[in-house]
């Protein structure tokens, strides 16, 4: 097939994801729509059986192997490669509804817009499960075949309605930004989509077509042993934000500051439970009065001026983690 032959490329990043790679590729193969779709699984460097099973399937599938270089590294092979006209990113233990496809590629084709993402499903492991976003009465307002958001800032930061699995992108754009950034091992799709962002016009279809569905690898990893490596790859806010604060429109600064917040208290978060309780500490002085309005943000802001209050927090917290 030439280039223009792919309607759209689907990248799998793929570590030791055995349990639910299959899940994941049948979502893919069993979509809605006559399109010609182009999927590339990335193998980072799994120790289990998960690209024997990959390569049992009787779709053809491109299949890239390496040592294990982390989630963005794997998208950005990916990307490299991708040959559709649009692309998504879709990991390992997440899937899609029927229609995704159908719904995003559609919107896009009708709208000039960079990327477009959808409502979603979020398992985690001991909770119910929960719709994202959260939008109440604003979701009776809009059209269900979706909307081009006036501001995207203004609403991920109300809304967080963004994540990986749940955005389709233009890939021409989306090779444009260089791909994700290797080095941020957390948080690293997040600061990505907030640089695409900075390249046009987004759109949102309020629709429940992903499902993001860690919950049964967390279970059988533990939730310490998969996190701790991306706790302690937090990186300071500062650094996370350098390609986007150099591309953003002044009018949409205000709004970032808000969402920056949101990921500022996340990052201090995984400051605390990677011992750097000081560094989380200062990054709550400096970014809290935009933190989201949550009890965990309230405690946070509360016991950041007070350096001796901090360190029990923080030992609270971790002990917590501990608990989970």
Same mark, same amino acid.
């Given at each position: 097939?030439?280039?223009?032959?792919f309607t759209?490329?689907?990248?799998?990043?793929?570590?030791?994801?055995?349990?639910?790679i299959?899940r994941c590729?049948?979502?893919v193969?069993?979509?809605?729509?006559?399109?010609?779709?182009?999927v590339?699984?990335?193998?980072?460097?799994?120790?289990?059986?998960?690209?024997?099973?990959?390569?049992?399937?009787?779709?053809?599938i491109t299949v !890239?192997?390496?040592?294990?270089?982390?989630?963005a590294?794997?998208?950005?092979?990916?990307?490299?490669?991708?040959t559709?006209t649009?692309m998504?990113?879709?990991?390992a233990d997440?899937? @899609?509804e029927?229609?995704?496809l159908?719904?995003?590629?559609?919107?896009?084709?009708t709208?000039?817009?960079v990327?477009?993402?959808?409502?979603q499903?979020?398992?985690?492991s001991g909770k119910?499960?929960r !719709?994202m976003?959260q939008?109440g009465?604003?979701?009776?307002?809009?059209?269900?075949?979706?909307v081009? =958001?006036?501001?995207?800032?203004?609403?991920?930061?109300t809304?967080?309605h963004?994540?990986?699995?749940?955005v389709?992108?233009?890939?021409?754009?989306?090779?444009?930004t260089?791909?994700q950034?290797p080095e941020?091992?957390?948080t690293?799709?997040?600061e990505? @989509?907030?640089?695409?962002?900075?390249?046009?016009? @987004?759109g949102?279809i309020?629709k429940? =077509?992903f499902?993001s569905?860690?919950?049964?690898?967390?279970?059988?990893?533990? @939730?310490?042993?998969?996190?701790?490596? #991306?706790?302690?790859s937090?990186?300071?806010?500062?650094?996370w934000q350098?390609?986007?604060v150099?591309?953003?429109?002044?009018?949409?600064?205000? %709004?970032?500051? #808000?969402?920056?917040?949101?990921? %500022?208290?996340?990052?201090a978060?995984?400051m605390i439970?990677s011992n750097?309780?000081?560094? %989380?500490?200062?990054t709550?002085?400096?970014?809290?009065?935009h933190?989201?309005?949550?009890?965990l943000?309230?405690? =946070?802001?509360?016991?950041?001026p007070?350096?001796w209050l901090w360190?029990?927090l923080?030992? !609270?917290?971790?002990i917590?983690e501990?608990?989970?």
């Amino acid at each position: 097939m030439s280039i223009s032959d792919f309607t759209i490329s689907v990248i799998v990043p793929l570590y030791n994801g055995a349990l639910l790679i299959e899940r994941c590729l049948d979502s893919v193969f069993n979509q809605a729509g006559d399109y010609q779709t182009e999927v590339i699984v990335v193998d980072d460097g799994s120790t289990d059986d998960s690209i024997a099973l990959v390569k049992a399937y009787s779709h053809t599938i491109t299949v !890239v192997q390496q040592t294990n270089q982390g989630p963005a590294a794997a998208r950005n092979k990916g990307l490299e490669l991708a040959t559709g006209t649009y692309m998504a990113f879709l990991d390992a233990d997440d899937y @899609w509804e029927p229609n995704f496809l159908k719904q995003t590629i559609g919107f896009m084709e009708t709208h000039d817009v960079v990327a477009v993402s959808v409502g979603q499903i979020h398992k985690i492991s001991g909770k119910p499960d929960r !719709v994202m976003p959260q939008l109440g009465h604003l979701q009776e307002a809009m059209d269900l075949d979706g909307v081009v =958001l006036e501001d995207f800032f203004a609403f991920w930061a109300t809304h967080n309605h963004v994540c990986t699995g749940s955005v389709l992108m233009r890939t021409s754009i989306a090779k444009q930004t260089g791909g994700q950034r290797p080095e941020l091992r957390i948080t690293e799709d997040l600061e990505f @989509w907030g640089y695409l962002a900075t390249f046009g016009s @987004w759109g949102f279809i309020p629709k429940v =077509l992903f499902v993001s569905d860690g919950a049964l690898v967390t279970k059988n990893q533990g @939730w310490l042993q998969k996190n701790k490596k #991306r706790w302690q790859s937090a990186p300071s806010v500062e650094a996370w934000q350098t390609r986007i604060v150099q591309h953003i429109n002044a009018k949409d600064t205000p %709004a970032f500051e #808000r969402l920056r917040g949101r990921i %500022a208290k996340n990052l201090a978060y995984a400051m605390i439970l990677s011992n750097r309780q000081e560094q %989380a500490r200062q990054t709550t002085l400096a970014y809290g009065k935009h933190y989201p309005k949550d009890k965990l943000a309230m405690l =946070l802001t509360a016991c950041a001026p007070y350096s001796w209050l901090w360190v029990v927090l923080a030992k !609270v917290l971790g002990i917590r983690e501990q608990l989970r």
